[in-house]
């Protein structure tokens, strides 16, 4: 079964760029996750989706921003423009029905992010 | 609020040594969850292991071992007899009841020499 996939693996642009990273849950988890993490810093939290809805976004930066989940099933997560700030790895989740009460999330390998 | 800590930045071990990765956490609910993940050089956090609060017995796996300790907030990992395949960077996080998302550690680089 295939795990959780990211792409772009790398990304480098330029400060006012655009930039979108997808991300493939694992089939059938409802649950998708996006974190960062800023180098050197902890991994943090951005948003949660359950299917296609925003359950809980608190951790969105700003609204340079913008996460997408149509259908339910894979993510977009697109920062316009891109600020130096940004540069980091953006990690995606996810993880079955019930969530993290019950279970684990199983993480992709991640976007790294380099804004020049 | 929630907080996770690790205090150890980055660890130098040579083969077959034990090494101890310490985690600290803080939160005020009675209800929580604790995990470590790895992230080796692929990239990918790699689930090791889920304790809940209510159970603080230690458990071990392997060449991997947990102490959880609620007395001093603590969930620290060890890795006995390491090996360079051990060589990653460690993140513990908590997770409490109620919201579905992880905080995070700012993770313990491993660096285990042949």
């Known amino acids: 079964e295939a795990g959780v996939t990211q792409f772009p693996s790398h990304s480098v642009i330029e400060k006012g760029q655009t930039v979108t990273l997808r991300c493939d849950p694992i089939s059938g988890h409802d649950n998708l996750y996006w974190y960062r993490r800023v180098m050197g810093k902890e991994i943090k939290f951005l948003l949660h989706?359950?299917?296609?809805?925003?359950?809980?976004e608190s951790g969105m930066p700003n609204n340079r921003f913008l996460a997408e989940r149509t259908g339910g099933t894979y993510s977009t997560l697109k920062v316009q423009p891109a600020e130096l700030e940004d540069s980091g790895v953006y990690f995606c989740a996810s993880s079955q029905a019930e969530g993290l009460g019950t279970g684990e999330l199983f993480f992709g390998e991640g976007s790294r992010l380099t804004v020049l | 609020a929630q907080k996770v800590t690790q205090a150890q930045t980055e660890i130098s071990v040579v083969e077959k040594e034990d090494v101890t990765l310490d985690c600290v956490y803080e939160t005020r609910d009675t209800t929580y969850y604790l995990f470590w993940y790895k992230q080796p050089p692929s990239g990918e956090l790699v689930f090791l292991i889920r304790?809940?609060?209510?159970?603080?017995q230690n458990e071990i796996s392997g060449r991997y071992s947990w102490n959880f300790q609620k007395s001093t907030s603590s969930f620290n990992f060890t890795i006995t007899a390491s090996q360079v395949v051990d060589s990653a960077v460690y993140f513990c996080a908590l997770h409490n009841r109620g919201f579905q998302k992880l905080v995070f550690g700012t993770g313990t680089r491993l660096l285990v020499s042949p």
């Open positions: 304790r809940n609060s209510f159970d603080e």
């Open positions: 989706f359950v299917k296609e809805s925003k359950q809980d």
